[in-house]
């Protein structure tokens, strides 16, 4: 799928280079003296040379840098194409969802692989509904026990004028389950979306006696209303950053 481009040739031509240039310079060619060099003048000019040397064999001497991963772009318009297109999408995939309404299944989704961004078309709003989250076990996003591990993830959206590019939304106005729910998964960021009538936005686990943890997240620019449960967002990892996110409870209900 084009997804690594390979610069093998051309890093043998840029190797071959190099080591033409630092056989000439090794052998002195650069370094040669053309004429004496006398007084002050001279050795200002064999110190320009010595320079000039050291610099071109440490350029020929440095690392040829591999250009990395190039993901594929997919792009869905409903529920079932994002179910597959998180399926399969692999470390550095984009998957853009067009606007309009996408129903998540009973119990979630959630990424097959790290690595991936989830994000709205520019301009068009996506809204994301569990009409089950009155049922705990229920989530729109999870990241349980899986392996390889799926860390690096990245659900992002894009304002639509003033409005948030996600929505995830629960529907039976009784919200138990959060919205997103992790306890394995490292170094997710999620920006841009709003939560509505959830049980949380987000909720991270401990599991293992603590010894399992969904750490390293970068929460901001979110907004919470109409939820149900505690603070609206609970993290219990470590080295979380959560900064930016508006948090509006509207009901006393489930505390």
């Known amino acids: 799928r084009g997804r690594v481009i390979e610069i093998d040739a051309r890093a043998g031509q840029i190797g071959a280079r190099r080591r033409k240039i630092r056989a000439r310079v090794e052998r002195g060619f650069l370094g040669a003296d053309h004429g004496a060099d006398r007084g002050a003048q001279g050795q200002e000019q064999r110190q320009r040379r010595e320079a000039f040397q050291i610099a071109v064999i440490l350029a020929a001497c440095a690392p040829i840098q591999k250009v990395g991963l190039l993901g594929a772009e997919i792009e869905v318009t409903n529920a079932t194409e994002l179910t597959a297109a998180m399926r399969n999408a692999v470390e550095g995939d984009t998957i853009t969802m067009r606007g309009g309404a996408y129903t998540a299944p009973a119990t979630g989704w959630q990424f097959s692989n ?75 960021e999620i920006a841009g979306v709003e939560f509505q009538d959830v049980g949380y936005g987000i909720f991270t686990r401990k599991i293992n006696n603590g010894n399992i943890s969904a750490d390293g997240w970068y929460v901001h620019d979110n907004f919470i209303s109409d939820y149900f449960r505690e603070s609206g967002m609970q993290f219990n990892g470590n080295f979380n950053v959560i900064e930016n996110n508006v948090i509006i409870k509207q009901t006393s209900q489930y505390n």
């Open 114 to 188: 790290g690595g991936v961004t989830l994000q709205n078309y520019p301009g068009e709003q996506v809204i994301i509904t569990q009409p089950k989250m009155g049922i705990s076990g229920n989530y729109i996003f999870k990241c349980l026990a899986v392996s390889p591990p799926v860390d690096w993830n990245r659900i992002i959206g894009s304002d639509v004028g003033d409005e948030k590019g996600i929505v995830m939304r629960g529907i039976d106005k009784s919200g138990i389950a959060p919205a997103i729910l992790a306890y394995q998964c490292n170094n997710w």
